[in-house]
């Protein structure tokens, strides 16, 4: 088993920035580079969607078009933690945060949640205007 727990959430204003880390644990991640991480998010009453995540390695990354060049994925192996470095956020940016595990998706699966059997109880990010 995989257990993800992510800290860093709060509110900001608009402009600000803000770090979300996932710590990763359990007898399984404890090859940790093999597995492929993404952060999700999840607005009331809209749909949870792909934020950002790299398939085993932070070298094959993905971003959603949303967040593209205000985003960054990163991971500390050493740690067994991921990191979200949000800059220039956005109101729209308003959401609950959630990261993700798998040790067995495919790069095409990368951006579905389906593809994940490991989850975070999610951070809350909000951003005021």
């Known amino acids: 088993q995989v257990q993800l727990v992510e800290s860093g959430g709060g509110l900001v204003q608009a402009g600000e920035s803000l770090r979300l880390s996932c710590a990763a644990s359990g007898r399984t991640f404890s090859s940790g580079s093999t597995y492929s991480m993404a952060w999700f998010r999840q607005s009331p009453g809209k749909e949870r969607e792909f934020v950002a995540g790299?398939?085993?390695?932070?070298?094959?990354?993905a971003y959603a078009d949303s967040v593209k060049g205000r985003f960054t994925v990163s991971r500390d192996n050493a740690k067994n933690t991921v990191y979200l470095q949000m800059n220039g956020q956005k109101p729209e940016d308003t959401a609950i945060y959630y990261c993700a595990a798998s040790s067995t998706l495919i790069t095409s699966t990368m951006r579905r949640g389906s593809a994940y059997a490991y989850w975070g109880q999610g951070t809350q990010v909000t951003v005021s205007s």
């Open positions: 790299f398939h085993r390695s932070p070298s094959n990354t």
